[in-house]
């Protein structure tokens, strides 16, 4: 054994307890350095130290300070190692060494070891040079990852499969892109330090730590695999701190550490890639420093290294704050309510009558309430008559026309692709279901289990919306599980535990399905037997199961759907009840507990998961009643508060301390600018009446529809629908001549009431109900009154060579026609808030 690899082990424990010429340690109470001993074990290698300082040493605190990147750092003697100001230690040579750490007035030191610098293992193209392309974004999906590649050089999605990878790089473009016996005149590797013109410009900075262990790999000859492959695999990752309690505008530096098969810990800081699903809240660099902004509220950072993941949650409250307590209505007010205390985060007070009964209409039947029932509901004393007025709208035909033409859309009910009698049968199934108020997981397992005529069964057109089977499986994980799965049908799904290996395994429940044509024409949906389906790349045959659990037993099922519909429905399926959770709240509150809706992982956790988990308990508790659950959301206080905000709760988008504004849909404010004006739409081929969210055909060409995003029915994600504000959307409501005739008509809501024995300022109530759904203040009806005013444009312009009543009557329409105008382009008309 060569005399420096036993001397090492001897010089680190003399190390160990060397005392540099820098001076004396002072420690202070609470303070600490890890970790406790550093071992470099190769040229390459790294190690990230952190330095907290416990808040409250004495009580045993669990919060601490970050001082990494306050801290001095020096390393005794200076030639076996180096440390950069954000704390890591890089080899120079092999040795023992010191690092000290010191502040204003304290000094921490840990013992260094460096080992292996002139005689490093081989390096590992799958454990090593994949993760550093990944680092480096060669494999993205927007650089040589994408399907096709990029100038004819192809790599697999983030490196899932190392042999293709190595064959493209080794072997593909005649070998010129390595060259073992010149390592620097590789071509892979002039271009990654744009040492020659690349279009991705410079991914890997020269002198650093990837630019040597690119350069040492393919010095040894760029090998496919070494003989420690297996045992150095990473199959796990830490996060340090798992959870971290920042300040207002604080730092966080985080740790990471790989795990491989034989047990060996090694840091992966620098090599590791970070991502904030909240940057609004706390963003992260590349090299794992977290920085909080000014907001409070949740972050949770996923990092990603070798396809392992791992989160750090970062809370921010608002210190000092007092958040008084609030009367609770039931159970989400109160855990609402602990999480903004939590936080510092006051909440706003209860909406008044007519923002809460606009509010509640818009949401729950997708209609205006009319100014009478607005009057009604104002003057009425009852204190339950807002419980009241909840129950009354659930039992109203419009919650089941509405809530139709939702899934409509997620079940990708488009006439083009399913047929007008297909979509028409499943619109007739949606709405009979919503009417009943069927119990949703009865719903899914009518919608999984389906047979027969697709012009006559209701959701029987889904299957031809979705003909594959991995159509199938992608759309129901996403729509009924909240998984997005579709990531894993060609490589490891990036911010996911889920591989090809479980896309192909749910795809297997559903390749029974057959679209057999009927002697009248039509198609039947039939489902019989199936078999397992290969893994795309190794070919494999993956038996078939649901998402986290094993494979399924088809024994006692003809149609494979069963089996699959019975694991969705079971009360401790970990996705199903989620995932209607989350789409319910985030219809009601304007955002998901999960953001985005159907995008459920652990690296994407709830903004509030001990809600989120109360929620998923009560809608199994109340047995799937959709109604039961809603009047639940609705009853609550939290759903009553006003948009009000102070400087606590002005930038809080995630925490529901205030009420969301929320975008009114095309069909929805469609209608309500029918209700406005009194002037139905006429649409085509459809007889007079019909209102927007009545209407199942989703390719009725409509110019509204198009500029104000009604989805075309392609996709089950929420996000087919657009909600963006546009130039379009404002130039169309000010000057279409179609919003002008609603107005103007001369059955119109302008035309009756200037014809009516109302006051001017009576005229100006009864808009203002009809549009915002409360009465004017002082101010807006005098600003309003103008309009009425003799010598106004709207009073005299439109009566101009008329005299009498004849003349009066048309400047008071013209008037009116002004007023409604205006409000029909105000922000309150067409948002729901």
């Known amino acids: 054994m060569p005399r420096l690899a036993t001397a090492l082990p001897l010089l680190f424990f003399l190390w160990s307890g060397f005392s540099s010429p820098l001076g004396a340690d002072q420690p202070e109470i609470g303070l600490r350095l890890s970790p406790d001993r550093i071992e470099l074990d190769r040229p390459e290698a790294s190690q990230q130290v952190l330095v907290a300082k416990a808040l409250n040493p004495q009580g045993g605190a669990d919060r601490t300070v970050d001082l990494t990147h306050a801290t001095r750092f020096e390393v005794y003697p200076p030639h076996v190692a180096a440390v950069d100001p954000s704390g890591l230690v890089r080899p120079l040579a092999d040795g023992a060494a010191e690092l000290i750490a010191s502040g204003d007035s304290w000094q921490l030191r840990v013992p260094i070891l460096v080992r292996a610098f002139a005689s490093p293992p081989p390096i590992s193209f799958r ?7 990944t680092k480096a974004q060669c494999n993205s999906g927007g650089c040589h990852g994408k399907a096709e590649g990029q100038n004819g050089f ?33 071509l892979l590797y002039l271009k990654g330090l744009a040492l020659v013109p690349h279009g991705g410009g410079m991914k890997i900075e020269p002198g650093s730590y990837r630019d040597q262990r690119l350069l040492r790999w393919l010095a040894e000859g760029a090998v496919a695999a ?7 695999a990473t199959v796990a990752i830490e996060v340090e701190p798992k959870q971290q309690v920042l300040g207002l505008g604080a730092t966080q530096q985080l740790r990471v ?34 920085r909080a902004s000014d907001a409070a509220g949740e972050a949770a950072i996923l990092v990603r290294y070798a396809g392992q993941l791992a989160v750090c949650r970062v809370t921010l409250p608002r210190e000092g704050v007092t958040v008084d307590p609030i009367p609770q209505h039931n159970f989400v007010d109160r855990l609402v309510w602990e999480k903004l205390q939590r936080l510092g985060i006051r909440p706003s007070p209860l909406g008044d009558d007519a923002t809460f009964l606009r509010r509640v209409f818009l949401d729950t039947i997708g209609t205006l ?5 607005i009057r009604a509901f104002l003057a009425d004393p009852a204190p339950d008559k807002r419980a ?22 997620l079940l990708k009910a488009d006439p083009l692709t399913v047929s007008p009698q297909g979509t028409v049968a499943m619109q007739r199934w949606l709405h009979a279901s919503f009417a009943q108020n069927k119990p949703f997981d009865q719903i899914v397992t009518e919608l999984l289990t389906v047979q027969g005529n697709t012009s006559e069964v209701g959701p029987g057109a889904f299957y031809k919306a979705s003909s594959k089977p991995v159509d199938v499986a992608r759309s129901l994980s996403q729509l009924l599980l909240g998984v997005r799965i579709e990531c894993a049908e060609c490589h490891h799904h990036p911010s996911e535990r889920w591989g090809q290996d479980d896309f192909v395994g749910l795809a297997g429940f559903f390749t029974g399905i057959k679209l057999k044509k009927l002697p009248n024409g039509e198609d039947a949906i039939i489902s019989r037997g199936g078999s397992d389906l290969p893994h795309p790349r190794t070919g494999e045959v993956i038996p078939a199961r649901a998402l986290g659990a094993g494979a399924a037993d088809f024994k006692q099922a003809a149609d494979r759907r069963r089996e699959f519909a019975a694991w969705v429905t079971r009360p401790d399926n970990p996705f199903f009840a989620k995932a209607t959770v989350n789409r319910l709240w985030a219809h009601y509150f304007g955002r998901g507990m999960v953001d985005p809706i159907d995008d459920l992982r652990d690296t994407n956790p709830a903004a509030n998961e001990p809600l989120m988990l109360a929620l998923e308990n009560h809608l199994r508790e109340v047995g799937y009643d959709l109604k039961a659950f809603t009047r639940t959301l609705l009853h609550s206080r939290v759903y009553q508060l006003s948009d009000e905000v102070d400087e606590t709760s002005a930038n809080d988008v995630q925490n529901f301390s205030h009420a969301l504004v929320k975008t009114l849909p095309a069909e929805v404010l469609l209608d ?37 995003g009604r989805p075309v029915r392609a996709t089950v994600c929420e996000c087919e629908r657009s909600d963006e504000p546009s130039i379009s959307q404002a130039l169309h409501l000010l000057n279409s001549p179609e919003i002008e005739a609603k107005v103007a008509h001369r059955h119109g809501r302008a035309r009756r009431l200037a014809e009516s024995s109302l006051s001017p300022q009576g005229v100006i109530e009864e808009l203002y109900l009809a549009t915002l759904g409360r009465l004017p203040t002082e101010a807006e009806t005098a600003r309003m009154l103008e309009a009425f ?30 007023v409604l105008w205006t409000l029909l382009n105000s922000k309150e008309f067409l948002f729901n808030h």
């Not at 454990?127 to 392309?133: A, F, G, R, S, T």
């Open 226 to 232: 070494t003989p420690d492959d297996e045992a150095s």
């Open 369 to 373: 309430p009319r100014p009478d029932e």
């Open 672 to 708: 309500a600018i029918c209700h406005a004006t009194e002037v139905p739409e006429k649409f085509n081929g459809w007889p007079a009446g019909h209102r927007a969210i009545e209407v199942w055909d989703s390719r009725m060409p409509s110019y509204f529809f198009t500029i104000f």
């Open 154 to 186: 192809k790599l697999s999605v983030f490196g899932f499969d190392p042999q293709s990878d190595h064959r493209a790089i080794t072997q593909e473009s005649r070998g010129r892109r390595v060259s073992p016996a010149d390592p620097a005149r590789s």
């Open 388 to 409: 009241v007025m909840i129950d009354r709208l659930l039992d109203r035909p419009e919650y089941a026309d509405y809530w139709t033409m939702k899934w409509l859309n």
């Open 127 to 133: 454990n090593e040079i994949l993760p550093l392309l």
């Open 789 to 818: 005013a003799p010598g106004s444009d709207s009073g005299d312009g439109a009566a101009a060579g008329r005299g009498g009543r004849g003349a009066d009557v048309m400047a008071r329409a013209a008037a009116a026609e002004d």
């Open 257 to 290: 550490t790989a795990i491989d098969a034989s047990g060996r810990r090694r840091c992966v800081t620098a090599e590791s890639e970070y991502e904030s699903n909240a940057p609004a809240i706390a963003a992260v660099d590349p090299r794992g420093l977290v």
